[in-house]
């Protein structure tokens, strides 16, 4: 998610109200601010780190809604995209 | 028999509930269903106008909850079709003369003499809105596509997955394919990513809504009208069948149409 887009005229207004919604629901769907989320990031990218090296850049990570398998029902949830750039040789583990 | 109870809700207000009803239950009653349309907008009864049976009510909801006058003397017959009864909201009362638990026996009562009972939530996420979802089995969620009207359909969502109506469906209303074309409107794909739940249908914007709104006669009985049309897929889909929404493969004129206004087909054009 590109923030600065939103201020070139050539975006689509559908895209900045698309955009614009996703962030704020990512607050009103679990009363989770995104600080918080922000906290959890850098908490993943610590953890992480040890095993292997990621694009911090590019990590993504977001509250949605998924269908749980069991009941088809539709559950909170907790979304990250983690690109990794190379993985940590094991034997320093 | 047990009917289905299905609760049509928005969260956002003017987003189309009331048409949503009047137009579901027209059809479903077109396709050889009982059904009962229940105004649970309490204090604000708009779905007697819309349906144009306004000169016809006597006794409303509360009245028979409160056992002023049997059920069935509260249901006006829609004499222009075979099996269509409407149950009004009183007026002059407020949201607090019910409860859920008379709601849900309400519901339970009307569910065992038709087929499908459709409820018409007022806006909102307070007593008339738990009210109104109170006896329901199945939810509909109506929205435009607009940020807040999004916004607050994903409320509803939330608060209706809470009180274990699973699965809601959705219905986006009053898409202006001009719009949606030139990027000026979110698309359907826009809205089912955001909200995650299994599409209905996707209603036109479409003057002729206006129209048979003035005159009291839900506009899915219009052969020519695009709404209409989308409506009359609504209902078929709500009776089990798989209706696509825009074929985009065949040639057939009128999803061609439908996708290419919709901006569906972008890959083609
Ligand atoms: N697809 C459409 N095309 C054009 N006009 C529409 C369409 N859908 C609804 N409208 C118009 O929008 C207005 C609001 O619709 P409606 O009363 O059904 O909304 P509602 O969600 O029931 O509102 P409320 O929250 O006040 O109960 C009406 O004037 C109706 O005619
Ligand atoms: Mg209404």
């Known amino acids: 998610m590109d923030l600065f887009k939103w201020f070139n005229k050539s975006t689509s207004s559908k895209d900045i109200a698309k955009e ?15 600080q918080f989320l922000e906290m959890i990031k850098g908490e993943l990218i610590k953890v992480i780190s040890d095993y292997m090296e990621i694009d911090e850049e590019g990590l993504e990570i977001k509250l949605t809604r998924t269908k749980r ?17 190379r993985m940590k040789d094991k034997g320093n583990i | 028999m047990i009917g289905e109870v299905i609760v049509v809700t928005s969260g956002k207000g003017g987003v189309g509930k009331t048409t949503t009803t009047a137009n579901i239950g027209t059809g479903l009653t077109l396709k050889g269903k ?17 349906m144009g049976l306004e000169n016809r009510i006597v006794y409303d909801l509360v009245d028979v909850v409160e056992g002023v006058c049997r059920l069935r003397q509260a249901l006006i017959k829609d004499k222009r079709y075979p099996n269509l009864f409407l149950l009004p909201a009183a007026q002059t009362k407020d949201k607090n003369a019910v409860n859920p638990e008379q709601m849900q026996k309400l519901a339970t009562d009307l569910s065992e003499e038709f087929d499908y009972v459709i409820l018409d939530c007022p806006a909102g996420i307070e007593q008339g809105f738990k009210n109104a979802i109170a006896g329901a089995n199945k939810a509909i969620v109506v929205t435009t596509p607009e940020v807040s009207a999004v916004r607050d359909a994903d409320r509803i969502i939330g608060l209706l997955e809470a009180s274990g109506l699973r699965n809601p469906m959705l219905i986006i209303n009053r898409i202006k394919m001009e719009m949606v074309k030139r990027g000026d409107m979110m698309n359907i794909d826009d809205m089912i990513d955001i909200l995650a739940i299994d599409l209905l249908g996707v209603i036109p914007d479409d003057d002729l809504i206006v129209v048979s709104t003035n005159r009291g006669e839900p506009v899915i009985a219009t052969e020519q009208s695009l709404a209409g049309q989308a409506y009359r897929n609504v209902v078929r889909r709500l009776m089990g069948e798989d209706i696509p929404f825009m074929n985009l493969e065949s040639d057939d004129g009128f999803f061609k149409k439908m996708a290419k206004l919709f901006g569906l087909n972008k890959k083609k054009q």
């Open chain 1, 20 to 34: 614009r919604l996703k962030l704020v629901l990512i607050h009103d769907r679990a009363n989770v601010s995104p």
């Open chain 2, 34 to 50: 009982s059904v009962v349309l229940v105004d649970a907008d309490i204090g604000l009864r708009n779905l007697d106008v819309v």
């Open chain 1, 69 to 85: 398998e069991i009941d088809d029902s539709t559950v909170p949830a907790l979304v990250a995209n983690i690109p990794i750039k």
